[in-house]
């Protein structure tokens, strides 16, 4: 069985500190975005380009997934960090500030080019856009649906509140119907999605409360900022023992039935059909729990 | 090469390294000045790398200081990349002594 990945948590960690980058695989996140964007001063980007290049290059990750987040290609940093990058071909680039599909088309152009010099598929690494303007909340479903090559979608809370020109509150009220119209468009382009930062590091209540809601919206994880955040976050979206027992049950029934040629049981009184059994089987895929047919006599 | 410009690159924080360049009269060749925390353990490899990279690049009539507070390997390569380049005056970045 080929293991899920998940992506419940995505640390933040900025591309000019090397301590923080030469521990990025032992924090436990499920990925680590090495930032050469706003975490880093704009007299620093080149240090912070080079730095990232070798430690990719040299220091083992473990199974920790490593993205990077490039600058704008408006900048004039966004080019040099993808001329340094892509050929070390993260798990994924992370793009900022995307407000529509015309910004991933020049992205690919730039990426897919480089890829061509360096003799590397155009399938090794993935792009995450970032939401994080309003243009970008209106033209999302487009660049969620678009693109192969994109597998997650994110939400920059901070900065969509600053383009809005309201203030980031932490009940999260100026940016809900983004979240929500993010989350829509990333699930019927059948992608992960994940929820920005909490950005109170003391705050340990406030931060598993806003993933409890992230969670119920649909977002499959979110950005932390520290590695004191990652084991709420995957807490939160850990599926507990009675949630993988009944999963279990209603994967095992519903094999059992279909082999049988029946579409509809019950259990336990309840009826079972098509949504729920989808739904167990996803709450099985987070814990990476197979169940085989009841045919097999490994099972 | 020759640097064009003081530069320098790093940070004092630890598992870092700082480094400062400038440049020397014509001919002057190297001069090199290392301190480390851990200097007893590697400051033989931390000269070496460092030996190593400003051949590379060619650099000579550089005068080098570095401050190290235990860096890996790709961490004092990579300082030391951005202070030459900065030194060329190739690089983006911030510029300690601009002469």
Do not use: W
């Not at chain 1, 990750?61 to 990058?85: A, M, Q, W």
């Not at chain 1, 931060?207 to 119920?216: F, G, I, N, V």
């Not at chain 2, 033989?44 to 650099?59: A, G, P, R, T």
């Amino acid at each position: 069985m080929k293991k899920y990945k998940k992506r419940r948590t995505m640390l933040y960690i900025p591309g000019n500190n090397p301590a923080m980058i030469q521990q990025g695989g032992i924090y436990g996140a499920d990925s680590i975005l090495l930032d050469l964007e706003d975490a880093v001063a704009m007299g620093q980007k080149d240090s912070a380009r080079i730095l990232v290049r070798n430690m990719i290059k040299t220091i083992d990750f473990y199974d920790t997934e490593v993205c990077v987040r490039v600058n704008h290609l408006g900048s004039p940093f966004g080019l040099k960090d993808l001329e340094e990058i892509v050929p070390l071909q993260p798990s994924a680039i992370r793009y900022p500030k995307t407000e529509s599909a015309q910004d991933i088309i020049n992205l690919l152009h730039i990426v897919e080019e480089i890829e061509d010099r360096h003799g590397l598929p155009h399938n090794g690494m993935t792009i995450h856009a970032m939401i994080e303007t309003a243009m970008g909340v209106q033209n999302v479903f487009e660049i969620a649906s678009k693109f192969i090559r994109i597998d997650a979608i994110t939400v920059g809370g901070q900065d969509l509140t600053a383009d809005m020109n309201i203030m980031y509150t932490s009940d999260g009220a100026g940016i809900d119907f983004a979240r929500k119209r993010i989350v829509m468009a990333a699930k019927a382009s059948h992608m992960d999605v994940l929820d920005t930062i909490f950005p109170d590091v003391n705050d340990e209540v406030g931060l598993r409360k806003e993933t409890e809601y992230a969670k119920k919206i649909g977002f499959t994880g979110k950005a932390v900022i520290n590695p004191r955040q990652i084991d709420i976050v995957h807490e939160v979206y850990t599926p507990t023992e009675e949630e993988i027992r009944k999963a279990f049950r209603i994967v095992k029934e519903f094999k059992a039935n279909t082999a049988a040629g029946i579409g509809v049981f019950a259990i336990d009184g309840k009826m079972i059909d098509a949504p729920i059994v989808s739904r167990a089987e996803y709450i099985l895929k987070l814990a990476n729990i197979e169940v085989k047919n009841p045919s097999d006599p490994h099972d | 090469m020759k640097p064009k410009i003081s530069a320098q690159s790093g940070t004092f924080e630890s598992s870092d390294v700082i480094f400062l360049i400038e440049p020397l009269p014509h001919n002057a060749g190297r001069k090199i000045e290392l301190s480390s925390t851990v200097f007893h353990q590697y400051g033989e490899s931390f000269n070496k790398i460092v030996v190593e990279m400003l051949d590379e690049f060619e650099m000579t009539d550089i005068h080098l200081i570095a401050k190290d507070k235990g860096a890996l390997e790709p961490t004092i390569k990579a300082r030391l990349e951005t202070a030459i380049l900065r030194s060329l005056d190739e690089q983006e970045g911030s510029i300690l002594f601009a002469k």
